[in-house]
T-cell receptor, first 113, second 115 residues
């Protein structure tokens, strides 16, 4: 289960506050991804990054922001503009050549109080 | 953009029976179709994948078939065991001219295998 880590495992936030979820990988992968998982909704793509200093919006990017300053790190900020942020957030990484497996982190469960 | 539909949402089988999960995708330019298994409280893990130049792939008790003309692909699990109980997700790659191997996932199928 090593290689890609997320912290914290559980996170509580008050309404109106921004919060940043951490994702780190030591697999030397170029590409990193953020997904949101809600019951019955599958995994929905928030943002992805192919290389350092570059990232693209996924299907549900509104209310979220990311940065990719280092190859190993891809933090996700959930802003106060996200209307329904309570969810399970999964980070993943992969190589960026051809068709390759995405390796997932253990996830962060965010609850807005 | 790409859309992936997955059916059924829940599937209950007896141990030893076969299970089939079906997915359809909308963008004919998609060319990579993985399947992930997520056990309760754990992260998703790849169990099998298929590329657009292949019609079928098998790995022990699991197999995947792809029909590019009809834009659908299926997961087949034979001789099911209780440890196969999990949520299964299909996915399709975003078209290569947009995003390489970024994936769009189906909503998942909860498979329950009773002994």
């Amino acid at each position: 289960d090593g290689g890609i880590t997320q912290s914290p495992k559980y996170l509580f936030r008050k309404e109106g506050q921004n919060v940043t979820l951490s994702c780190e990988q030591n697999l030397n992968h170029d590409a990193m991804y953020w997904y949101r998982q809600d019951p019955g909704q599958g995994l929905r793509l928030i943002y992805y990054s192919q290389i350092v200093n570059d990232f693209q919006k996924g299907d549900i990017a509104e209310g979220y922001s990311v940065s990719r300053e280092k190859k190993e790190s891809f933090p996700l900020t959930v802003t106060s503009a996200q209307k329904n942020p309570t969810a399970f957030y999964l980070c993943a990484s992969s190589t960026w050549t051809g068709y390759n497996e995405q390796f997932f982190g253990p996830g962060t469960r965010l609850t807005v109080l | 953009g790409e859309n992936v539909e997955q059916h059924p949402s829940t599937l209950s089988v007896q141990e030893g029976d076969s299970a089939v999960i079906k997915c359809t995708y909308s963008d004919s330019a998609s060319n990579y179709f993985p399947w992930y298994k997520q056990e309760l409280g754990k992260r998703p893990q790849l169990i099998i994948d298929i590329r657009s130049n292949v019609g079928e792939k098998k790995d022990q008790r699991i197999a995947v078939t792809l029909n590019k003309t009809a834009k659908h692909f299926s997961l087949h699990i034979t001789e099911t065991q209780p440890e196969d109980s999990a949520v299964y997700f299909c996915a399709a790659s975003l078209p290569a001219n947009q995003a390489g191997t970024a994936l769009i996932f189906g909503k998942g199928t909860t498979l329950s295998v009773s002994s």
